[in-house]
């Protein structure tokens, strides 16, 4: 069975978007991953379909109702999809490579976008969504982030890349972040290709890359190490 995301927003139309060019359109149109968008408001409260209410408590802004968001979820998936259910937010666990290649090897992803200040506390616990966070800053809402999540997972699926092994070396794949590259021409205004590259010692070659992914985690990230 190829990956089936099912994406719940407020914007279908901001779908598949991106998704549907380059590898990841390709892979769509082949059949290797499944896309579908649910609408949140096709399920809001009343004559104007009603998603959001004031907080409860006082202050600014607008929440995601628990009832309209919980009969979305229960029309996308049946209670025995197996398939994650992720809430996109800022309080989240961070994104990871890991995490991207656990669900690239799974069967695909229920993803909830929210918006407005938050969605009731409810209905993540009540239909068990996992929060995953893309990066410590606030978007508009979680469609962006539905999509930079989804770009990283349909890449490593089977078939999506031209050469898999060509994802091996990236940034976070082996703890370090990549090291730097180059091709032709062999100058550029007065910069010139570091010689070992060039050199035909594939073992010098393999050696440099390391010692250099290594200095740039250091220099950038030293948490990684």
Known sequence: MPFHATVLTLYPEMFPGPLGTSLAGRALERGDWRLDTVHIRAFGEGRHRA???????????????????????????PSADGRPRLLMSPRGRPLTQARVRA?????????????????????????????????????????????????????????????????????????????????????????????VLTSGDHGAVERWRRAEAERLTRERRPDLL
Do not use: K
């Open 103 to 195: 669900l690239a090897s799974g069967e695909g992803a229920l993803l909830v976008c929210g918006r407005f200040e938050g969605v009731d506390e409810r209905v993540i616990e009540g239909r068990g969504l996992e929060e995953v966070s893309i990066g410590d800053y606030i978007l508009s809402g979680g469609e962006i982030a539905a999509l930079v999540l989804l770009d990283a997972v349909v890449r490593l699926l089977p078939g999506v890349m031209g050469n898999a092994q060509s994802g091996d070396t990236e940034s976070f794949e082996t703890g370090l972040l990549e090291h730097p590259h180059y091709t032709r021409p062999a100058e550029w205004e007065g910069r010139g290709i570091p010689s």
């Open 51 to 77: 998603v959001d209410d004031t907080p409860a408590g006082g202050g600014a802004g607008m929440v995601l109702r628990a009832d309209v968001l919980g009969r979305a979820i229960d029309h996308a998936v």
